[in-house]
């Protein structure tokens, strides 16, 4: 079995990166270092693999990539999809082009046919050109959200979804690092196809964001009308926006994409327009992170604008900023803008219990994860959509795309901004849920209301649900802990309300293995039994080295929505002041 210390020296003689080989050279001498990068091995999470950039098999490095490419070209031969070949991308993050094309021209080595995109481009970008080429695979260079000095590789497959168990166990299984892929095992760059990204930008604009006046959403001839008039919120209808691409990749393709939808051109905070991997004067490059958009609302209180949209830096999450009714910027939360979505797309598809002309409409499908709120999923109930809820991460949430392939894909979402509102790209996309909210917020404005007022709408149909989320930076072995002492010994009181029910779902009658713990809570203030309902997920993040917690409070029949919302977040609050805890003792 080869050491660390034999990997490194194996590592340093084909690494072809000055950068790492002289982290190499310079810490080589710390047992410390060696076992840190060197002792273990990068294993896919819940959006593939991500870690700080640095060398050795524990960080995000042109070898690791490399390796990666390689077994994922091994398991394309044995599944017999080589000859269908693999397109790659990547983003804007520093080193993110040089491990795409070590990749590319790896696979091509391999004689599978393989493109790449020319330039910097959105991750939703690859995911549709491998759905637009039939590609095989696709693999995308990129960490989304991660903290700037973070690098990461997203791996799709011929299903045009990110792979999920056990393809991605049998890609890890054959990630060799006995023989590391050397300078030598790359074809020349001019054996693999070169993608024009404006020719990529347009093919994904056309297949992905709908034109104006467009009905063809609608599955009843009721739906119809209710489409057609909702599309014909146009430029002179729909608000100005302030944009913010936060340094990534998303300002080309969005600014296409409004164009495409006749929507007014966004107003851009030009200092985050262009891509740039260093991420200046930003506290954090995700768009959820205190701080990260106040460059956008500054620019909006400037040009009196009352929209604010961000994507992350690879474009496919969405984040918005409204303005309350005191004129106070406000950041829906991923559970808030996820049910305005829902309920915009519900609205063009028509509901799910009616028939068209020519007999009984296609089922009308929607999926959401188990640690998102549930407000989407009453919502569906209410209108006739079957709403599925799945694992964390759109791998899970578009399978039952796959899985009901005589239905019409509705919506999906996660509360951690990620949505889809086509399926046209078979993961989230922040590029055309923008388009679709635009188009909602042109809609609501034309009968005098605003995002927060439809809110408050929904809530009074189907229930007022309040959601947090709250996350723990610490260790791996401290959350493996703590995860194995909420197993072991369960809390049977949190923040003095009593525990009733208790799921593991890494229990044998669990519905899909997940290092997930759910816990419902009895609020013994409730005036009366059963009135207000509690859920806590917890589970530790699939991208980053921190816990995850997730809070929902529901009061299915409110009689005063401000008073009720100040009672449900005072309830969240508290525990989630106790939840912390469970991190921080072990």
């Not at 404005?445 to 189907?462: H, S, T, Y």
């Amino acid at each position: 079995m080869t050491t660390p210390a034999e990997l490194l020296d194996s590592w340093l003689e084909i690494d072809p990166d000055p950068a790492t080989r002289r982290a190499i050279e310079a810490e080589r001498h710390r047992a410390e270092w060696v076992q840190a990068q060197f002792g273990s091995v990068l294993r896919f999470g819940t959006a593939g693999m991500r870690a700080p950039a640095g060398p050795g098999p524990a960080g995000m490095n042109r070898v690791m990539v490399r390796v990666a490419a390689r077994a994922v070209g091994a398991e394309l031969v044995a599944a017999g999809l080589a000859s269908r070949g693999a397109v790659v991308g990547f983003d804007a993050r520093r080193g993110s082009a040089d491990m795409a094309f070590d990749a590319a021209q790896l696979l091509a080595a391999m004689g599978i046919p393989t493109a790449i995109i020319d330039g910097p481009a959105p991750t939703p970008l690859l995911a549709r050109q491998l759905l637009a080429r039939s590609a095989g695979a696709g693999l995308m260079i990129t960490a989304s959200h991660n903290p700037r000095d973070d690098n990461g590789l997203k791996v799709y497959w011929a299903d045009g979804t990110q792979i999920r168990p056990p393809l991605d166990q049998r890609i890890e299984a054959r990630m060799d690092l006995s023989s590391l892929p050397a300078d030598g095992d790359l074809a020349a760059r001019h054996e693999v196809e070169s993608l024009d990204v404006r020719a990529v930008i347009a093919e994904y604009v056309a297949a992905a964001i709908r034109p104006p006046g467009s009905d063809d959403l609608a599955t009843t001839p009721a739906a119809a009308s209710r489409a057609a008039t909702s599309a014909s919120t146009g430029a002179g209808d729909a608000p100005r926006v302030v944009y913010t691409a936060l340094c990534g990749v998303g300002a080309q393709t969005l600014g296409h994409a409004f164009a495409a939808a006749g929507l007014p051109p966004p107003i851009y905070v030009e200092h985050q327009r262009q891509p740039d991997g260093a991420f200046p004067r930003l506290p954090f490059p995700n768009p959820e992170e205190p701080g990260t958009l106040d460059d956008a609302m500054a620019l909006a209180d400037d040009h009196d604008v009352d929209l604010v949209f961000a994507n992350d830096p690879d474009a496919d999450r969405l984040a918005t900023t409204v303005r309350d009714g005191n004129g106070t910027w406000r950041q829906l939360s991923g559970d808030e803008l996820g049910v305005l979505l829902c309920d915009w797309m519900i609205g063009l598809h028509g509901n799910g219990n009616g028939s068209g002309s020519g007999g009984p409409a296609a089922p009308l499908i929607s999926a959401s994860s188990v640690v998102s709120g549930r407000m989407a999923e009453a919502l569906c109930a209410a209108r006739g959509v079957t709403h599925h809820r799945t694992l964390t991460g759109f791998k899970w949430i578009m399978a039952p795309r796959l899985a009901h392939p005589d239905a019409r894909w509705v919506f999906g979402y996660e509360e951690a901004l990620g949505y889809s509102v086509t399926d046209a790209v078979l993961d989230k996309d922040g590029i055309s849920a923008a388009v679709e909210f635009a188009r909602m917020a042109g809609a609501l404005a034309a009968r005098g209301v605003g995002p927060l007022e439809r809110l408050d709408e929904l809530a009074a149909e189907v229930g007022l649900h309040v959601t947090s989320a709250l996350s723990v930076r610490v260790g791996a072995e401290q959350i493996a802990a703590a995860m194995a002492v909420l197993r072991a010994d369960p809390p049977r009181t949190i923040a003095g309300h009593p525990v009733t029910k208790i799921a593991d779902w890494l229990a044998a009658d669990a519905p899909h293995p997940a290092d997930l713990i759910e816990l419902t809570l009895m609020p013994v203030a409730a005036a009366t039994p059963g009135e207000t309902q509690v859920r806590i997920c917890i589970r530790p993040s699939g991208t980053e080295p921190k816990a995850k917690i997730y809070l929902e409070a529901v009061s299915p029949n409110p009689d005063d929505l401000l008073a009720d919302r100040h009672r449900l977040q005072a309830l969240l609050d508290a525990i989630a002041g106790e939840a912390m805890v469970w991190f921080t003792r072990v």
